[in-house]
């Protein structure tokens, strides 16, 4: 089967997790956390020639939606995914909660407490966060911050969002 160039599968990274939040943002907001596979669209040409109607052919990744993750203990989900070698890659969608750093610093040191002080803080801003990475290293992260009514809130790329799930995602390919 043909093979994707590394640097071609690095560079179609950030297109890729823009491309996904803009699928999840079609259905709107209050999405339970999404994971997507991500492979090589020559490699899933060659296995299946029957979808070129509906690729992109000029996308050096396709992203392939698997089923939702539970939210109640998003580690313990990812610790469990195995991806066969056609996957280069994969991403993880979940909508998040942004405190300003002053607010985070003062936030209790347990989970639970934390999580709901942070639901609650008046500074608060809701985001749908996007972090991708590719078995051989490659990161991307998106982050879109939720804004009122049918506006489209602003989309911030930066692949250092989310070092925690970066790493987490990464373990999902590791031996």
Do not use: Y
């Not at 956390?33 to 029957?50: D, I």
């Not at 003062?106 to 608060?124: C, I, N």
Request: aromatic share 2%; glycine share 6%; proline share 9%.
């Amino acid at each position: 089967m043909p093979q994707t160039p590394e640097q071609d599968l690095t560079a179609a990274l950030p297109p890729a997790a823009r491309e996904i939040e803009e699928f999840v943002a079609a259905a709107g907001w209050d999405q339970p956390t999404q994971v997507f596979a991500l492979v090589p669209t020559q490699l899933l040409l060659a296995a299946e020639p029957g979808l070129a109607d509906q690729l992109d052919p000029g996308s050096a990744l396709t992203p392939i939606a698997q089923e939702s993750l539970p939210a109640e203990d998003l580690a313990e989900a990812l610790g469990q995914i195995e991806w066969p070698e056609q996957v280069a890659g994969c991403a993880l969608v979940q909508e998040i909660v942004v405190l300003p750093p002053e607010a985070e610093a003062g936030l209790p040191s347990d989970v639970e407490a934390a999580r709901k002080a942070a639901a609650e803080h008046p500074e608060r801003q809701e985001a749908r966060l996007v972090a991708a990475v590719l078995r051989d290293g490659g990161e991307a992260c998106v982050m879109r911050l939720r804004a009122g009514g049918d506006e489209q809130g602003e989309l911030i790329e930066d692949r250092t969002l989310a070092p925690n799930l970066v790493t987490a995602l990464h373990a999902t390919f590791a031996d």
